[in-house]
Structures are given as C-alpha cells and as structure tokens.
C-alpha cells in the first residue's frame, strides 16, 4: 500500500474551515484515498474516501489533485468536537479482508 | 447507520485470567477484524474473519484466538492475560462486496491487566 505523510499536528479556530493535507505520490491507480478520525478513547470514525474526483458528504469535503499525489480533507465549519486525530490512508478497491495501516495521523485541536 | 458494538468499554482483569471480548456489527458484514492500539505503535492487527468459522491470523496474534460462530458475531479471547496485553483494542467490520475498503469500528475497549 502507498504510503502516506501528514503533518503531525495543526490548530484550527472554532467556526472556520480546517484543511488537512496529504500527502501520497506512491499511489497507484486502483488506490482509493481515506480518511478517518479518530477521538480521545474512541474508535476510529470513518470521514469519507474518493478516488479521483472531488468528494463531499455531510461530514467533510475530499479535494484529490490532478496527479492524486496529494489530496486535503476539508472541515468547512470545525466544532470543538471536531478535535482528535485525523487519519489519511490509501488502499485498494477490494471486498477482501486487509487491514488498514494507520499512519501516526494528523492532531487537529480546534480552539474555542 | 452501521453499528458495530463491543461487550464492554473498560476492563480490568488479572494475570492468568481468561477474558473475552465480545464485538458485534448489525451490518451483515462478512469481514471482521480484531486490532489493538498502542501509544507510538498505531493499530496492529491481531486476526480477522472473511466468513463465519474462518479466520486468519494477522500480525500479532501471540497470546490470542478468536472465534465466530455467526455472521454478526466475532470474539476476541486472551487464553491467559498478561500485563503486556494491557491495551485498546478495537473491533471493525467491513463488507465483503468489491468496492470501497472502508471498515466500521467499533468504540473499543480498554483492557487492563493487572
């Protein structure tokens, strides 16, 4: 699976967008990008996933670059509880079962 | 909404005990996985199961066996605890349809062994 890098932290205010970058210029063509998050004590949440297109659902906004070597995870209005860490993650279009590999992820604290 | 529910948040057990971990996804999933989660060491998978009565070990399932009788239904057994398996551990289920390879986890439970 391709790898991917994130910064390790970033500080967002209460109310504006938050933009998660990542990075991953090892993916191949039939590698979907995720994301996910994980709260203080919880278990991961999934956010969304896209492929090459632009993706948006009611939690965030998916904005994958021309050349899929990088893509930013959008929170268009972050809320306190949108602290915790957030995961970026590549991997297949497949039904079989493989773990995911969590990276080290991104601590986004959003304050008040 | 998928839900995948664990039989307990927080535990604590001795050393030598037996425990179980009870997870349980509403989704009929057919995959389903056991990690745990470390500070420093993210989540490393300990087995999971592609059908019912299946299953395969993953990286690190020293000390552990699993056991899934049902569909909805995946186990996690520690034989005999030990302090070393003090630990978040998380269950995630994921369909088994070609598609996207989201997994749906579980809140986790938090094992201490004392």
């Known amino acids: 699976d391709a790898k991917t890098t994130q910064p390790t932290s970033m500080d967002c205010a209460e109310g504006r967008a938050a933009n998660l970058p990542c990075n991953h210029s090892?993916?191949?063509?039939?590698?979907?990008v995720y994301w996910y998050r994980q709260i203080h004590s919880q278990g991961p949440q999934y956010i969304i996933h896209g492929l090459k297109n632009n993706e948006t659902n009611e939690m965030a906004s998916l904005i994958i670059t021309e050349d899929r070597k990088s893509s930013t995870l959008i929170l268009p209005h972050a809320t306190l509880r949108d602290t915790a860490v957030y995961y970026c993650i590549v991997s297949p279009y497949s039904g079989s079962a493989r773990q995911l590999t969590f990276g080290s992820g991104t601590q986004l604290t959003v304050l008040p | 909404d998928v839900k995948v529910t664990q039989s307990s948040r927080y535990l604590v057990k001795r050393t030598g005990e037996k425990v179980f971990l009870e997870c349980v996804q509403d989704?009929?999933?057919?995959?389903m996985f056991w990690y745990r989660q470390d500070p420093g060491l993210g989540l490393r998978l300990i087995y999971f199961?592609?059908?019912?009565?299946?299953?395969e070990k993953g990286d690190i399932p020293e000390g552990y066996s699993v056991s899934r009788e049902k569909k909805e239904r995946f186990s996690l057994i520690l034989e005999s605890a030990s302090t070393n398996q003090t630990s978040m551990y998380l269950c995630?289920?994921?369909?088994?349809?070609?598609?996207?390879?989201?997994?749906?986890f579980g809140p986790g439970t938090r094992l201490t062994v004392l």
């Open positions: 199961s592609y059908d019912v009565k299946m299953k």
């Open positions: 989704m009929d999933h057919e995959n």
């Open positions: 995630a289920s994921k369909t088994g349809l070609a598609g996207a390879d989201t997994q749906y």
């Open positions: 090892t993916i191949s063509g039939n590698e979907y």
